[in-house]
């Protein structure tokens, strides 16, 4: 167990709609990331917060957006979903010095 | 920006035969380095990690990595796989002056056949 704890674990929605995952990071942990994983892409950096702001962007879409809240629990909100959005979400926190992972979200779009 | 390289997508290796998942790094400065496993439908577990010192390290489940600096690399070795080591494994770097940031290599998936 990482101690970074995401919900849901599993998420099935239709196209259009719009969904919003959650990350508890580790405590102490002031750094919070966004990760989406899917076979024909690997492992894509999305997004990453320090301490509540906006520390540094991948590649996450414009109709996708996150926060990390004061206290440190993190939201990726996925809008306008499509099919190719299905994917394997992870939330990760970290130390100065080691990143830890989440056990993910399964996103499902029909 | 750093980057890294894992050199081989796949390996497939016989069980109790050594494997090698090879890991390169670019960077001039001080660095952090990892390597993780993710199993089927889970999350990615931290295997090892070189923060610093000894440049052998050792890590869960029997593995074991070399920190080379002059080659910039990090490559990951187990002399004996065992069946249960069939997963993806990802290779990262991170360091002092990169704002808590970590690059990952494209992972490379052992598979070990009975």
């Known amino acids: 167990d990482s101690g970074v704890t995401q919900t849901p674990k599993h998420l099935i929605t239709a196209t259009g709609q719009r969904v919003t995952l959650r990350c508890s990071p580790r405590s102490g942990d002031l750094s919070v990331y966004w990760y989406q994983q899917s076979l024909d892409q690997g492992l894509q950096f999305l997004i990453q917060?320090?301490?509540?702001?906006?520390?540094a962007k991948g590649n996450i879409l414009e109709r996708f957006s996150a926060q990390q809240f004061p206290d440190l629990h993190s939201e990726l909100n996925l809008s306008s979903l499509e099919l190719g959005d299905s994917a394997l979400y992870f939330c990760?926190?970290?130390?100065?010095?080691?990143?830890?992972f989440g056990e993910g979200s399964w996103l499902t779009v029909v | 920006a750093q980057s890294v390289t894992q050199l081989d997508s796949q390996v497939p290796v016989f069980e109790e035969a050594p494997v090698e998942l090879r890991c390169n790094y670019s960077s001039s400065v001080s660095v952090y380095l990892f390597w993780y496993v993710q199993y089927p439908n889970q999350g990615l577990q931290l295997l090892l990690k070189y923060l610093s010192g000894s440049t052998l390290v050792k890590g869960i489940n029997g593995f074991e990595a070399e920190f080379n600096k002059s080659q910039t690399s990090f490559h990951l070795r187990k002399p004996s796989v065992h069946i249960s080591d069939t997963a993806e494994y990802f290779c990262a770097v991170s360091s002092f002056n990169t704002g808590n940031q970590f690059y990952f290599g494209t992972g490379t998936s052992l598979t070990v056949i009975p």
């Open positions: 990760a926190s970290s130390d100065p010095m080691t990143i830890y």
């Open positions: 917060y320090y301490n509540g702001e906006e520390r």
